[in-house]
């Protein structure tokens, strides 16, 4: 893990190169889980442990973590606060965000072209799909963060508009997140989804295909499962990918891409 200079190892070292952080930094725990975010007013401070949350990621030999620092106290208190609340901690800190490095996740980057990645998973009535099995067809593999939530419905009940023409270019669709197979058929159900929902619980594939990675949401980083598409070849080949799309108008625009392909 590549920090910058101003470290601080806790409890052996000094904590005076925290005392102005406003802003994410990163820390490395062996020891476990252990995240604290600090947030402050002029009569008292408030701490708050995450365990296990998304933002954080298993890794040997330790656990790489997101540690949230905010602060309006004046330093010497803050770093008085901080120092108690992570009293016997084995934590090293950095006021910069550490590049990439053995034990972190890295994307990876996948272009048409490139051969798919295999998998081999479940659907929501738990028949697994293998890609071998869809060889001498083409394949839209779309990824997606989480069920029934306003973006991707809309981008599901998109591919749904568009099955029948997309199944007429001789295309099967397939989506892919990490929800359980509950989840999975209560959200084809409830949209009358027509195609697979695959279960990808520990987001093998999905990393597989580079569609995991660091997102922001209001401040706060974390690794999760990004929306990308692609359209795989019958010769198990990459022909498309999109790592952004607008959710609505997703299942017309793979179904002229298929079209164009031809």
């Known amino acids: 893990m590549s920090l910058s200079k101003t470290t601080t190892t806790a409890p052996s070292g000094s904590w005076t190169s925290l005392t102005n952080v406003t802003r994410p930094v990163t820390a490395l725990s062996p020891s476990g889980p252990q995240a604290v975010t600090a947030s402050t007013s002029a009569s008292k401070s408030t701490w708050r442990k995450r365990r296990n949350g998304p933002d ?16 309006r106290w004046p330093p010497r208190r803050f770093g008085r606060d901080l ?11 950095a006021q910069s965000v550490p590049q990439p490095s053995e034990g972190i996740q890295v994307a990876i980057t996948l272009a048409p072209g490139d051969p798919a990645p295999e998998f081999e998973l479940p659907d929501q009535d738990g028949n697994v799909h293998r890609s071998s099995e869809y060889r001498g067809r083409t394949v839209v593999l779309y990824f997606y963060p989480r069920d ?5 419905t809309a981008q599901a009940c998109s591919f749904r508009d568009a099955h029948d023409e997309i199944a007429a270019e001789g295309a099967v669709v397939l989506g892919i997140s990490g929800d359980d197979a509950h989840s999975h058929r209560n959200f084809r159900d409830n949209h009358a989804l027509p195609f697979p929902l695959l279960v990808d619980e520990d987001a093998q594939v999905a990393k597989a295909y580079g569609a995991w990675g660091e997102k922001v949401f ?4 974390f690794l999760g499962l990004t929306r990308s598409t692609f359209v795989i070849g019958p010769d198990g080949s990459l022909l498309k990918v999109w790592k952004r799309a607008r959710p609505k108008e997703h299942g017309p625009a793979v179904l002229r891409a298929l079209r164009s392909l031809k």
Do not use: C, E, K
Request: without cysteine; proline residues 6%; charged residues 20%.
């Open 83 to 93: 120092r108690t609340t992570l009293a016997g901690q084995n934590l090293t800190v």
């Open 148 to 152: 029934d939530t306003p973006g991707r």
């Open 56 to 71: 954080f990621t298993r890794s040997d030999p330790g656990w790489h973590l997101h540690l949230f620092v905010t602060t």
């Open 218 to 221: 209001y401040g706060r980083r």
